[in-house]
């Protein structure tokens, strides 16, 4: 008796999908010869969970195998797309909101391995030493081989002031390593501040939660009345940004712009598209601004530095992004559970896609060590005829020198670096100790203060 209720209720489920088909044919979706095309498919999955409910070893949990089969449906579409059973969409409402418990990083799957992003700053991993690019094989002993975001995220998931135990690769390193994290709450604090002197401010964008636009408008307006209304630059750096709300992407990018596009977001229809253009209510239009990026900076982030670039508000300065530029809706279900489905891809003002194409800086700067590069310079002299103590100066070079850049400038910055690394953190400014370990930084703040020059240089 109960093996033929479980039948009934199986082929109830059959025709309850073949009647949303019907459904959704009567709202005016031409989707009949498709229904047609997949009730073969349909009956086959009405088929093998009737005979799994009525002939498999063991007695199995039918919501269990329909949460399997949608995981297994949407493993056929890209990483970011992804099912969340309740308690698991439960902690993804709450990651926004600023605080949450974990390990704070931002994963994905790149080649079929699963690796960080970015962990976020001051959080359990970032304390841990978890650096950006990790590939992560293992948690707790686990092999994360074959698994999706989510059930990585699950797995890594845990009490607070528990341990976890992540197997990484490194770039560089031969072995794995064990890393040990122990759980606890992640508060992100996505704006942080610094007065680097002169009028400069730095401020640097961990990620984009629901205050970070409110939180960096605070910031500059703080700055700006210390130094009497002015602003002399301004330098974001969104390395190792992964990202976050796309509201506030769009906001922190209005507040630099007087007109023009932000973002473009086109999905399967091509001739829906949308654009978020800005309000003509940018409040910091009267000073420059650079923004330093790297390979691990992201989705809302890109779509910041793509919006000042195109519209010729900032200068996009370090390594080509990460380029994570589709879009996800996420739909709260009946039971609790949650969809994130891919919808668009993003666009630049331009009408370039951000996707696995990323934003490309306007000047590259490597991140290197400073001690390395000091030998990597040495090295490379008298290759070439500007090498050459003495040389004719070419029209490019001379404009370089006033850049603080290049050849001259490098050798200056490697003395700076000298002289500031032998003194004691409590001697040094806050902009020394900012980037005294900092090559990118550094350099980054060196375009910042050569604005006025680069600008009559590429008029």
């Given at each position: 008796?109960?093996?033929?209720k479980r039948?009934?209720?199986?082929?109830l489920?059959?025709?309850?999908l073949?009647?949303?088909l019907f459904?959704?044919a009567g709202?005016?979706?031409?989707v009949?010869?498709?229904?047609?095309e997949?009730?073969?498919?349909?009956q086959?999955f009405?088929?093998?969970l009737?005979?799994?409910?009525?002939?498999?070893?063991e007695?199995?949990?039918?919501k269990?195998l329909?949460y399997?089969a949608?995981k297994?449906?949407?493993r056929?579409?890209d990483?970011?797309?992804?099912f969340?059973?309740p308690d698991?969409?439960k902690?993804?409402?709450?990651?926004?909101?600023?605080?949450?418990?974990?390990l704070?990083?931002?994963?994905s799957?790149?080649?079929g391995?699963?690796?960080i992003?970015?962990?976020?700053?001051?959080?359990?991993?970032w304390?841990a030493?978890i650096?950006a690019?990790?590939k992560?094989i293992?948690?707790?002993g686990t092999s994360t081989k074959g698994m999706?975001?989510?059930e990585?995220?699950?797995?890594m998931?845990?009490k607070?002031?528990s341990?976890?135990?992540?197997?990484?690769?490194?770039?560089g390193?031969?072995?794995?390593?064990?890393?040990?994290v122990?759980?606890?709450?992640?508060?992100?604090?996505?704006?942080?501040y610094t007065?680097?002197?002169?009028?400069?401010?730095y401020?640097k964008?961990?990620?984009f939660?629901?205050?970070?636009?409110k939180?960096?408008d605070?910031a500059?307006?703080?700055?700006?009345?210390?130094?009497?209304?002015?602003?002399?630059g301004?330098?974001?750096?969104m390395r190792r940004?992964?990202?976050?709300l796309?509201?506030q992407?769009?906001?922190?990018?209005?507040?630099?712009l007087?007109?023009?596009?932000i973002?473009?977001?086109?999905?399967?229809n091509?001739a829906?598209?949308?654009v978020a253009?800005?309000s003509?209510?940018?409040?910091?239009l009267?000073?420059p601004v650079?923004i330093?990026?790297n390979e691990?900076?992201?989705s809302a982030?890109?779509?910041?530095s793509?919006?000042?670039?195109d519209?010729?508000?900032?200068?996009?300065v370090?390594q080509?992004?990460?380029?994570?530029?589709s879009?996800?809706?996420v739909?709260?279900l009946g039971?609790g559970?949650?969809?994130?489905?891919?919808?668009a891809?993003?666009?630049?003002?331009?009408g370039?896609s951000?996707?696995?194409?990323?934003i490309?800086?306007d000047?590259?700067?490597e991140?290197?060590d400073?001690e390395?590069?000091?030998k990597?310079?040495v090295?490379?002299?008298a290759n070439?005829e500007g090498?050459i103590?003495?040389?004719l100066?070419?029209?490019k070079e001379k404009?370089?020198?006033k850049?603080d850049?290049k050849?001259g400038?490098?050798?200056?910055?490697?003395a700076w670096?000298k002289d500031?690394g032998?003194?004691?953190?409590e001697k040094?400014?806050?902009?020394d100790?900012?980037?005294?370990?900092?090559y990118?930084?550094?350099?980054?703040f060196s375009y910042?203060k050569?604005?006025?020059t680069l600008?009559?240089?590429?008029?």
């Amino acid at each position: 008796m109960q093996s033929v209720k479980r039948y009934w209720r199986t082929y109830l489920l059959g025709a309850l999908l073949l009647f949303v088909l019907f459904v959704m044919a009567g709202t005016g979706f031409q989707v009949k010869a498709f229904a047609q095309e997949r009730y073969a498919d349909l009956q086959n999955f009405s088929k093998v969970l009737n005979l799994i409910q009525q002939y498999y070893v063991e007695e199995v949990d039918t919501k269990k195998l329909v949460y399997g089969a949608i995981k297994g449906m949407l493993r056929e579409l890209d990483p970011h797309t992804n099912f969340m059973p309740p308690d698991i969409f439960k902690d993804f409402e709450s990651e926004t909101s600023g605080e949450f418990g974990g390990l704070g990083i931002e994963i994905s799957i790149q080649n079929g391995v699963l690796t960080i992003i970015s962990p976020i700053e001051d959080a359990p991993a970032w304390e841990a030493g978890i650096k950006a690019g990790d590939k992560v094989i293992g948690v707790n002993g686990t092999s994360t081989k074959g698994m999706s975001l989510v059930e990585a995220s699950q797995l890594m998931r845990g009490k607070k002031g528990s341990k976890v135990i992540l197997r990484v690769v490194r770039d560089g390193e031969e072995k794995p390593r064990d890393i040990g994290v122990v759980r606890g709450n992640v508060k992100i604090k996505s704006v942080k501040y610094t007065d680097i002197g002169d009028g400069f401010a730095y401020v640097k964008i961990t990620s984009f939660i629901e205050n970070t636009s409110k939180d960096l408008d605070k910031a500059i307006d703080a700055h700006m009345k210390k130094h009497d209304g002015k602003m002399s630059g301004l330098l974001i750096d969104m390395r190792r940004n992964p990202g976050g709300l796309l509201d506030q992407a769009v906001k922190v990018s209005d507040m630099f712009l007087k007109e023009g596009t932000i973002v473009s977001t086109i999905g399967r229809n091509k001739a829906e598209k949308e654009v978020a253009v800005a309000s003509k209510k940018g409040k910091y239009l009267g000073f420059p601004v650079v923004i330093l990026v790297n390979e691990y900076t992201a989705s809302a982030s890109e779509i910041v530095s793509g919006a000042l670039q195109d519209n010729k508000r900032a200068l996009i300065v370090g390594q080509r992004t990460f380029g994570k530029g589709s879009v996800q809706s996420v739909i709260k279900l009946g039971d609790g559970s949650g969809l994130k489905l891919t919808v668009a891809r993003y666009y630049t003002p331009s009408g370039v896609s951000i996707q696995a194409e990323g934003i490309h800086p306007d000047i590259e700067i490597e991140d290197v060590d400073p001690e390395a590069f000091s030998k990597a310079v040495v090295k490379s002299q008298a290759n070439r005829e500007g090498d050459i103590i003495g040389h004719l100066k070419g029209d490019k070079e001379k404009a370089a020198e006033k850049l603080d850049v290049k050849k001259g400038a490098e050798e200056g910055a490697l003395a700076w670096w000298k002289d500031v690394g032998n003194q004691k953190d409590e001697k040094l400014t806050p902009r020394d100790k900012l980037f005294k370990s900092d090559y990118q930084a550094y350099q980054a703040f060196s375009y910042l203060k050569s604005w006025n020059t680069l600008k009559s240089l590429t008029r």
